[in-house]
């Protein structure tokens, strides 16, 4: 599995747009939000631009997210501010 950490577009990232670059499962944990997403079944397109994700999973911060096998479910509520 693929882990980066940083700032990221999260209206692009919301949309599935980065299905093309072969991320199996593309989680996103919005703050502002209070939301945990996760983003699977990547699905390439011609053009970059129609790349996308197949499914999307969308949970409240706090709550387990299911990610896909053979992935476990993560534990969102060690995300939650004390």
């Given amino acids: 599995?693929?882990?980066s950490v940083g700032d990221a577009d999260s209206?692009?990232?919301l949309r599935g747009d980065d299905g093309g670059v072969g991320i199996p499962v593309?989680?996103?944990i919005h703050r502002q939000e209070g939301k945990a997403y996760?983003?699977?079944e990547p699905v390439p397109g011609?053009?970059?631009a129609t790349?996308?994700?197949a499914t999307k999973v969308e949970?409240?911060?706090g709550r387990s997210l299911p990610?896909?096998?053979p992935y476990p479910s993560l534990d969102t509520s060690v995300l939650l501010n004390p």
């Fill in 1 to 3: 599995m693929r882990r």
């Fill in 11 to 13: 209206a692009r990232v």
């Fill in 26 to 28: 593309y989680v996103l």
């Fill in 38 to 40: 996760a983003f699977s």
């Fill in 46 to 48: 011609d053009d970059p």
């Fill in 51 to 53: 790349a996308h994700y």
């Fill in 59 to 61: 949970v409240e911060l």
């Fill in 67 to 69: 990610l896909p096998t």
